[in-house]
């Protein structure tokens, strides 16, 4: 294994993960690299001074390799790929080496690069919503690149976009070539994206965080969508991610990014298995992993049934005095009403569950689930159409204005877009101390202290208090949103997606966090989440819902060990473990069972 600033070449096309230095190909000639980028360095002019995001950056990228670029945000990793093909802003500057098919990169004219963007090198974004224009249909974007670069009619090249969107199992092309993007879910805005980056065979693919956003079954399957492309055109991949699950999935070879530099480089079973570097240590160590795919060691006690086949938790406390629950749904049903021409939407379907206080439930599904709509709904920003939705005994179905703010002093929310859910023109302070101004807890210098020893509790300094959101990094502006949620003490904390953005040791530390003030504080909390290892680590109960319906509810350890429902089961076969011999199976596995169910 090579250690900083190394470059080992990959395995052949298709092949097992890591293969050795130089593979020949056909009778004996050597493989040579699709990209050979060498000391590439990037770097951002801010407030009068040079800042580096990349250092001294060197690897190679072979035909039919996925070569997995890795680390926290603010590592390197994005910028140093995209100052491959001059996507850097206007402050930002390259220099070193990045040859493509032997020719050079850094330093090219734009209208060189512009042919080159799209025609040999194609990107896919972390975001489709943003990077596809929402004011044209998708089949007008991707026959716009084709014709961007060859001489073809618009007939042809819209057939050549709904070829490629068929090659993506794109549902229904010949109906959605015609959509915009807002018509879409995330995954089929993803395959829409994924069309438009390979309608021209580029000889290398950038894969900027493809799945963040994604639910597990979505996810496997652009996974496999592009373990298959690799395969038929042969593209040389470069992967950047913070998900060690999809690394160990993909990876044939993995370069482990930190401050900018290249920490450490191998294959995959090497970084996994053999790490090196105290860094990869660490970063691995703070991977959350589904237990369901490790040996199973002592099995969960076998589960009780109670009414149309749900499965509820053996107690694990003697009885004791009933307390007042925290949240309690009984046959909910939420609706959203008609609006004009658009008929109305029924979300969630008969939905009963019931949160102890002290209580932590998972809520886990696929986008459309109805699970952030039940989020929604227990802190009244949703209306109840139907059924009984109790928040610490207040019943909201029908509540006047006064009963549902008497009820929202019970309950907060942690949001899963800390950026997105802070005021940008307010202080963090501010922002903090808000709730307790406005339900005249606190005021003055007594307001000062309330904030002072909540940001404590987070684990940030005070002197944070007077930064602005955009001031902080990803995993502070999340401390910042927890604060603002317990600034009431409430009995219930309902976290939709607290983590799905941040980086796996970020991600770890604010799990970490929530788990200690759960346990000090005994609040009531509705995990909502699509990470079914990260519900595992904070639930003690998993209700799983699917098409608006409540499936399956058990205890976490029965539920993802032994699930009783199919969905469930397609569920946790589709999450990736970061395990490279382990995933193989897996997805072997599961390949398996979905032929043998179509």
């Known amino acids: 294994m090579s250690q900083t600033n190394g470059s080992t070449p990959g395995g052949a096309a298709g092949g097992p993960a890591g293969g050795a230095v130089g593979d020949a190909v056909g009778a004996g000639e050597a493989r040579q690299p699709i990209l050979k980028v060498r000391g590439l360095n990037v770097e951002f002019y801010v407030e009068g001074e040079w800042f580096p995001a990349a250092i001294d950056v060197d690897y190679d990228v072979y035909p039919g390799e996925i070569l997995a670029i890795v680390g926290e945000s603010g590592s390197g990793k994005t910028q140093s790929s995209m100052s491959l093909i001059g996507l850097l802003p206007p402050n930002g500057k390259v220099s070193g080496s990045a040859q493509l098919a032997g020719n050079e990169l850094v330093g090219m004219r734009q209208s060189e690069l512009h042919r080159v963007r799209g025609a040999s090198i194609s990107v896919i974004f972390q975001e489709p919503m943003t990077a596809l224009n929402p004011v044209y249909t998708i089949g007008f974007q991707i026959a716009e690149t084709i014709r961007a670069h060859r001489p073809v009619s618009h007939d042809a090249a819209r057939e050549r976009a709904l070829e490629l969107l068929r090659l993506v199992d794109m549902p229904d092309p010949e109906q959605r070539i015609d959509f915009y993007p807002h018509q879409l879910s995330g995954g089929q805005r993803q395959r829409a994206m994924i069309a438009q980056a390979l309608v021209l065979d580029p000889a290398l693919l950038i894969a900027d965080e493809p799945t963040t956003a994604l639910d597990v079954t979505v996810q496997a399957e652009i996974l496999s969508l592009m373990r298959d492309l690799r395969e038929r055109i042969d593209s040389g991949i470069i992967l950047i991610t913070h998900d060690m699950g999809v690394v160990a999935d993909m990876a044939d070879r993995i370069c482990v990014m930190k401050d900018g530099r290249i920490v450490e480089t191998g294959t995959s079973e090497e970084i996994f298995y053999n790490p090196q570097h105290p860094y990869t240590k660490l970063l691995l160590a703070a991977v959350p992993t589904l237990s369901e795919a490790l040996p199973a060691g002592d099995q969960a006690t076998e589960p009780t049934t109670a009414g149309d086949g749900i499965v509820q938790r053996e107690p694990e406390t003697p009885a004791r005095e009933p ?252 999450v990736p473990v970061p395990d490279p011999r382990v995933q193989a199976i897996r997805r072997a596995e599961r390949e398996a069972y979905l032929a043998a169910k179509r």
Do not use: W
Not at 527 to 545: G, P, T
């Open 323 to 574: 307390e007042t629950p925290a949240l309690e749904a009984a046959n909910l049903v939420i609706e959203y009403p008609r609006r004009g021409r658009t008929p109305a939407f029924r979300a969630v379907h008969d939905v009963s569950l019931v949160i102890e206080p002290g209580e932590v439930v998972g809520l886990v599904g696929e986008s459309g689930s109805g699970k952030t709509t039940v989020g929604r709904a227990a802190v009244a920003l949703v209306p109840v159409h139907s059924g009984s939705l109790k928040l610490c005994g207040i019943e909201l179905h029908g509540a006047s204005a006064s009963q549902i703010r008497r009820a929202r002093r019970g309950a907060s929310m942690v949001f899963q877009d800390p950026g997105s859910s802070l005021n940008p023109r307010l202080p963090i302070g501010q922002s903090i101390g808000e709730p307790l101004l406005l339900a005249k807890v606190a005021k003055g210098k007594a307001l000062d202290k309330e904030v002072e020893r909540l940001l404590d509790q987070v684990k940030l300094p005070a002197s944070l208090r007077n930064r602005y959101p955009h001031e902080l990094s990803g995993g502070q502006r999340q401390r910042v949103g927890i604060a603002r949620a317990l600034a009431l003490e409430p009995q219930l904390l309902i976290a939709d997606e607290p983590t799905s953005a941040l980086d796996v040791s970020v991600q770890a530390s604010v799990l970490a966090l929530l788990a200690e003030l759960q346990a000090e504080h005994r609040f009531a909390c509705l995990f909502i989440s699509h990470d079914l290892a990260v519900v595992e680590m904070v639930a003690s109960r998993v209700a799983v819902m699917s098409k608006g319906r409540l499936v399956e509810e058990g205890g976490a350890r029965q539920i993802l060990r032994s699930p009783r429902e199919e969905y469930t089961r397609e569920l946790i076969a589709a």
